[in-house]
């Protein structure tokens, strides 16, 4: 079966601080998706990554930063220099061919 | 704007009473998801529908339905209304037919059940 699971429910920091937020995954699948969407709080979701099974690169983009370590089933996200825009609701999600399934989500108060 | 539409925004209803939600898709993407989220469960995949056809089947109860129009809206049915079914319902578009491509969200509809 497929889980994905974020341990951490809420976090805060103060702002300009980095903050990481944890993703960790199980699937018997040799090929998924991993995906993060924000959730501001006006509420839509927001797509952010994807990344497939066969590519482990991390990724930057801009002041945001994905790991991905296949070894540890894990894939998780970096926000550096945070900023009060960046608190929402973040989900990691993985999806085999047809379904895709979410996790918890991680709250993440970004203080001023 | 992620280009997807639902309506309505809000919706209050009592319990045994059906209502339909209705999403149209971003221009050009074929497939439409529909997802609930709880504060309990979080975000649920309810249903799949791509091109007319549906593609895959969530948790979603069988007093939910769904269909997906040839013009590409898709209106999401919940009948027999109980508390429980108090919760915002996403739908999402996406190009191609699995599920493991992008997702671009509309807003919306939070059903409450009185």
């Known amino acids: 079966a497929q889980k994905v699971t974020q341990a951490q429910t809420e976090i805060s920091v103060v702002e300009k601080e980095d903050v990481t937020l944890d993703c960790v995954y199980e699937?018997?699948?040799?090929?998924?998706?991993l995906f993060w969407y924000k959730q501001p709080p006006s509420g839509e979701l927001v797509f952010l990554i994807r990344?497939?099974?066969?590519?482990?690169q991390n990724e930057i983009s801009g002041r945001y930063s994905w790991n991905f370590q296949k070894s540890t089933s894990s894939f998780n996200f970096t926000i550096t220099a945070s900023q009060v825009v960046d608190s929402a609701v973040y989900f990691c999600?993985?999806?085999?061919?047809?379904?895709?399934?979410f996790g918890k989500g991680t709250r993440l108060h970004i203080l001023p | 704007d992620s280009g997807v539409t639902q309506t309505p925004k809000h919706l209050i209803t009592a319990t045994g009473q059906r209502v339909t939600l209705r999403c149209s898709p971003r221009s050009g993407d074929l497939s439409v998801y529909w997802y609930q989220q709880s504060l309990d469960q979080g975000l649920q995949f309810l249903i799949q529908?791509?091109?007319?056809?549906?593609?895959a089947k969530g948790n979603i109860l069988e007093r939910f339905s769904a269909q997906q129009f040839p013009d590409l809206h898709s209106e999401l049915n919940l009948s027999s209304l109980e508390l429980g079914d108090s919760a915002l319902y996403f739908c999402?578009?996406?190009?191609?037919?699995?599920?493991?491509?992008?997702?671009?969200f509309g807003d919306g509809t939070r059903l409450s059940i009185l």
């Open positions: 999402a578009s996406s190009v191609g037919v699995t599920s493991n491509q992008p997702q671009h």
């Open positions: 990344r497939n099974s066969f590519d482990e």
């Open positions: 529908y791509y091109n007319g056809e549906e593609r």
């Open positions: 999600a993985l999806s085999g061919y047809d379904k895709i399934i």
């Open positions: 699937t018997r699948d040799t090929t998924y998706y």
